[in-house]
T-cell receptor, first 115, second 111 residues
Framework: EAGVTQFPSHSVIEKGQTVTLRCDPI?????LYWYRRVMGKEIKFLLH????????ESGMPNNRFLAERTGGTYSTLKVQPAELEDSGVYFC?????????????FGPGTRLTVT | AQSVTQPDIHITVSEGASLELRCNYS??????LFWYVQSPGQGLQLLLK??????LVQGIKGFEAEFKRSQSSFNLRKPSVHWSDAAEYFC?????????FGKGTMLLVSP
């Protein structure tokens, strides 16, 4: 069974540009999460999809970030326009069921560098 | 609000020596606690989890963790470290559907 995959693994863009990150969850997992780790800080929750619906987007930093999950399969996270403080590692995770006791399976992350 | 503290940013351990990584949590109810590990180029892998019951939890790769409610701690241990254990370790507490992580501890293993 394939794990959670993320693309690209690295992205370097200039301030003001647009970047789109993609996450493919484990097949059959209705729940998809995005997290971010800024250098030197904790991994922080961004948002949670259940199928194609946003269940919780309380962690999204501002309206420059747009997450979509059309069709309830893969998800994209677009940053437009990118700022220097957006640099970090963006992790995607998925789970079959939502809830505290259910394991979230993480992808390898996308390292975003904004120069 | 829930929070997790990992007081050690880096730890260096000699191969074969024992290991303990510290984790303290703050959570208003019964905590559900996790330890994840991230090796270079890999995703976060679950080592072990605590929900209830026996406070000493066994995980993969020979790791264990002990839940101590009185100290709000969930420390990770391994009796003998291998060079392949060099990685970054994260402690986390679960909310309804989200995880709150500590800042991570980077483990370096010396020969």
């Amino acid at each position: 069974e394939a794990g959670v995959t993320q693309f690209p693994s690295h992205s370097v863009i200039e301030k003001g540009q647009t970047v789109t990150l993609r996450c493919d969850p484990i097949s059959g997992h209705d729940n998809l999460y995005w997290y971010r780790r800024v250098m030197g800080k904790e991994i922080k929750f961004l948002l949670h999809f259940v199928k194609e619906s946003k269940q919780d987007e309380s962690g999204m930093p501002n309206n420059r970030f747009l997450a979509e999950r059309t069709g309830g399969t893969y998800s994209t996270l677009k940053v437009q326009p990118a700022e220097l403080e957006d640099s970090g590692v963006y992790f995607c995770a998925s789970s079959q069921v939502a809830g505290r006791i259910y394991e979230q399976y993480f992808g390898p992350g996308t390292r975003l560098t904004v120069t | 609000a829930q929070s997790v503290t990992q007081p050690d940013i880096h730890i260096t351990v000699s191969e074969g020596a024992s290991l303990e990584l510290r984790c303290n949590y703050s959570y208003g109810a019964t905590p559900y606690l996790f330890w994840y590990v991230q090796s270079p180029g890999q995703g976060l892998q679950l080592l072990l989890k605590y929900f209830s019951g026996d406070t000493l939890v066994q995980g993969i790769k020979g790791f264990e963790a002990e839940f101590k409610r009185s100290q709000s701690s969930f420390n990770l241990r391994k009796p003998s470290v291998h060079w392949s254990d060099a990685a970054e370790y994260f402690c986390a507490v679960a909310g309804y559907s989200t995880l709150t992580f500590g800042k991570g501890t980077m483990l370096l293993v010396s020969p």
